[in-house]
């Protein structure tokens, strides 16, 4: 068993470790009005798969042109941490690949949709929460392909 002065010290450690840690250099998506011809039916959608924090739900992804829409479940729910974001990528890390900032979960439970342009020709495979305070990840989807 480790001695609670021992969790206590660790803890202290990684927050001072982390504690000048930089986001992911990714470009912010720019939001799109839910009203102005926002994609409605999800054209993919996937379940959250932990990669660093409890996490229930699923996530839908619509596409039409360059614009998208990401639905999280009412199931949704995620460990509490600082500054959970949202991103797309090519990638499960947003600190490489093609990656696009979707902008900051407003909740860490419950369902939400955020609407938002995407850059023309690229094929996100990932909807990712990456904690940026710390830059480490925290769940993800992967995309299905197209059909898949």
Do not use: K
Not at 48 to 66: D, F, I, K, P, Q
């Amino acid at each position: 068993m480790r001695h609670p002065r021992a969790s206590v010290l660790l803890s202290l450690l990684f927050a001072v470790a982390c504690n000048d840690a930089t986001p992911p250099a990714a470009p912010d998506a720019v939001p799109v009005d839910p009203g102005s011809g926002v994609p409605t039916a999800p054209s993919t959608s996937g379940q959250w798969v932990r990669t660093g924090y409890a996490v229930t739900g699923t996530a839908s992804l619509s596409l039409a042109g360059t614009t998208a829409r990401l639905d999280l479940s009412s199931d949704f729910s995620i460990g509490q941490a600082p500054g959970p974001t949202l991103y797309l990528n090519t990638q499960s890390n947003p600190n490489g690949g093609a990656p696009l900032r979707i902008g900051a979960l407003r909740s860490a439970r419950g369902a939400q949709s955020y609407s938002f342009l995407v850059p023309a020709g690229v094929r996100y495979t990932r909807i990712i929460i990456w904690c940026d305070p710390f830059n480490v990840p925290m769940a993800e989807v992967v995309i299905p392909p197209a059909g898949g």
